[in-house]
T-cell receptor, first 110, second 115 residues
Framework: SQQGEEDPQALSIQEGENATMNCSYK?????LQWYRQNSGRGLVHLIL???NEREKHSGRLRVTLDTSKKSSSLLITASRAADTASYFC??????????WGAGTKLIIKP | EAGVAQSPRYKIIEKRQSVAFWCNPI?????LYWYQQILGQGPKLLIQ????????DSQLPKDRFSAERLKGVDSTLKIQPAKLEDSAVYLC?????????????FGPGTRLTVT
């Protein structure tokens, strides 16, 4: 079953611009994680935000979480060609599993 | 630290044939996951192991898929017989203890094509 839904499905921006992706989910969570997948490095963990946190930063990444709206956003600032990838949000289940969305495909144009 | 290893990287088989995938998780990671990822979709959990015990295999098509994790380290996933709809990337991931809040580390995956 799919818990998270990313929006938009695809996003194309110019290098240097900021990219924002959103994730909505249906049931209460303990934490939400964002992952990136590209052909070069496979599926890689980016950031984890817990349900009692509202915002978290990691380098050029900024994640927000609004548990009242059951949504999260991932902001990538000053995008680079290497950011071209699919981005997935994943929410936890009680038995230590992750439920994945279908992802946002991000293309950075030079 | 070595990452999650998977082999083979690519496999092409005909329908009704059998295939096996191998995974070696990060040393010390008790929890191991097998996922199926169809093109354009997110990963779908097939089976989760905690050490050498199965935690959840509710989405594993047990009439054709089987998996084992002997000695709580390496794992193999087998499909027999394969169907066209099994064409996908099979991802193995591991995490520390499987407790909530831990990230999952993924292998490079095995791309399976069933013709």
């Amino acid at each position: 079953s799919q818990q998270g839904e990313e929006d938009p499905q695809a996003l194309s921006i110019q290098e240097g611009e900021n990219a924002t992706m959103n994730c909505s989910y249906k049931t209460s969570i303990n934490n939400l994680q964002w992952y990136r997948q590209n052909s070069g490095r496979g599926l890689v963990h980016l950031i984890l935000i817990r349900s009692n946190e509202r915002e978290k930063h990691s380098g050029r990444l900024r994640v927000t979480l609004d548990t009242s709206k059951k949504s999260s956003s991932l902001l990538i600032t000053a995008s680079r060609a290497a950011d071209t990838a699919s981005y997935f949000c994943a929410t936890d289940r009680s038995n230590y599993q992750l439920i994945w969305g279908a992802g946002t495909k991000l293309i950075i144009k030079p | 630290e070595a990452g999650v290893a998977q082999s083979p990287r690519y496999k092409i088989i005909e329908k009704r044939q059998s295939v096996a995938f191998w995974c070696n998780p990060i040393s010390g990671h008790a929890t191991l996951y097998w996922y199926q990822q169809i093109l354009g979709q997110g990963p779908k959990l097939l089976i989760q192991f905690q050490n050498n015990g199965v935690v959840d295999d509710s989405q594993l098509p047990k009439d054709r898929f089987s998996a084992e994790r002997l000695k709580g380290v390496d794992s193999t996933l087998k499909i027999q017989p394969a169907k066209l709809e099994d064409s996908a990337v099979y991802l193995c991931a591991s995490s520390l203890l499987g407790q909530g809040g831990y990230e999952q580390y993924f292998g490079p995956g095995t791309r399976l094509t069933v013709t």
